[in-house]
């Protein structure tokens, strides 16, 4: 059907991602989420299909195409009922990297935005500590000035591809005496002495990707991997948060829908009193209603990403759109499961898997609350 976001080339790259999908990452699903793992060299072989620079600028290595063709690659890449390596993948290409090519200088994103394009370097970003998430500008770390640079001294908690990231984007307080207005943006080659990787963190879903804890003791951060201007760093997360946010509506819908997709296929074979289940009123509706929350949810990410991609401020939209999709997606997932009765309950089924993947994004890259919290003040309520 069309859809007056999307153009032909658009569908032609949907086409050639979703081979790739279904030929190489598919097959591995089950293998790669019992293991919790899958080989980094991954990253090299999306690279070489040109998916991971697909809206940066050639001259960078990238593809320089509109947002719509990053919507189409996250869409396919959960067809692959990996979650967490979809995470791991967005974190290294929309969530970490932005910032380094909005502000950046020219050496940084030609010695360092290219190596992650080429697939030849991961990224990560890390902000949230132990005692500060939501409230960003609470974070404790520190980068004190020295000649030539600065040490970096704390800790990062729940940082996707924290175990094998070759680098970070970190924030750190240049000025403790400030609240947001004393955050730098640092980028931390994970081979600088001082730097250790703590646990990988098991969690409730999102099992292939790679979470961990991290540690920075007097770590020396030369002066020219400074990322903008000291003391801007919490406003460029906020900055970069829209992208994340729509990115994350994106990939939780797209985690819905392949599950939405599960339950229909199974509702037309399994037989109870005499018919298909889904000939069952109730299973029916039920479906209906997963459905159309989805539409209403993509078509709200769709129309963010739209207003980003203009350049407009579009922080209200796209906070609706995340709270929304994520809200959605949980109920779609939970709805799934009731499909399948007792089989949607057991491992060996992937729809038990994409209830807890779906969990993950009402906390990740910015929480339900927060989400009703910065549209509230939009709406002038506070
Ligand atoms: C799988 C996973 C991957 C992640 N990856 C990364 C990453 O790569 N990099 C990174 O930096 N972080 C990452 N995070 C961290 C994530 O962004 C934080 O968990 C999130 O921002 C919430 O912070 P918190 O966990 O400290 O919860 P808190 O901020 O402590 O919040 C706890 C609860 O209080 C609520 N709350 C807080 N403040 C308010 C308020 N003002 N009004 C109403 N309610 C409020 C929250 O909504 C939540 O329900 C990841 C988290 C997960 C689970």
Redesign the pocket.
């Known amino acids: 059907m069309k859809q007056h976001f999307f153009t032909e080339e658009h569908d032609m790259f949907r086409k050639s991602v979703r081979d790739f999908v279904t030929k190489n990452l598919l097959p591995h699903a089950n293998e790669w989420e019992e293991a919790e793992d899958y080989p980094k060299t991954l990253f090299k072989t999306l690279a070489d299909m040109n998916f991971l620079g697909i809206r940066y600028p050639e001259k960078y290595g990238g593809m320089g195409l509109d947002i719509f063709y990053d919507i189409v690659f996250y869409e396919e890449l959960y067809r692959s009922r990996m979650p967490g390596l979809c995470?791991d993948v967005m974190?290294d290409t929309d969530?970490?990297t932005p910032v380094l090519f909005k502000h950046g200088t020219e050496e940084q994103k030609t010695k360092y935005l290219t190596k992650m394009i080429k697939g030849e370097a991961v990224f990560?970003?890390?902000?949230?500590?132990?005692?500060?998430?939501?409230?960003?500008a609470r974070i404790r770390s520190t980068a004190k000035k020295t000649e030539g640079g600065y040490i970096l001294n704390g800790s990062?908690?729940?940082?996707?591809?924290?175990t094998w990231a070759d680098y970070i984007i970190v924030?750190a307080k240049t000025d403790s005496t400030k609240d947001h207005k004393g955050i730098t943006l640092f980028l931390l080659d994970t081979k600088t002495k001082g730097f250790t990787v703590g646990r990988k963190?098991k969690?409730l879903?999102?099992h292939t990707?790679h979470?961990a804890e991290l540690f920075f003791d007097d770590c020396f951060v030369p002066e020219n991997m400074v990322v903008g201007e000291v003391n801007k760093g919490f406003y460029y997360i906020m900055e970069g948060f829209q992208t994340e946010r729509i990115m994350g509506s994106v990939g939780v819908i797209a985690l819905a829908q392949v599950a939405l997709e599960d339950a229909v296929s199974y509702s037309k074979e399994r037989m109870t009193f005499g018919k298909p289940i889904s000939q069952h009123q109730a299973i029916a509706h039920k479906m209906v209603d997963m459905a159309t929350q989805l539409e209403a949810a993509r078509q709200l990410a769709y129309n963010g990403a739209w207003l980003l991609d203009q350049g407009e401020d579009a922080t209200k939209e796209i906070s609706m759109a995340k709270l929304y999709s994520c809200e959605v997606a949980n109920r779609v997932t939970y709805d799934a499961i009731q499909v399948f009765g007792g089989y949607g309950y057991m491992e060996e089924y992937p729809v038990a898997r994409a209830y807890r993947d779906a969990r993950?994004f009402t906390?990740?890259?910015?929480?339900?609350?927060?989400m009703?919290?910065i549209i509230a003040k939009r709406m002038g309520l506070y």
Do not use: R
């Open positions: 995470l974190v969530m970490a990560a970003i890390g902000y949230t500590e132990p005692n500060a998430g939501s409230d960003v990062k908690i729940f940082i996707t591809n924290g924030a963190l969690k879903g999102h990707s979470t993950m906390i990740g890259a910015g929480t339900t609350e927060i009703k919290e």
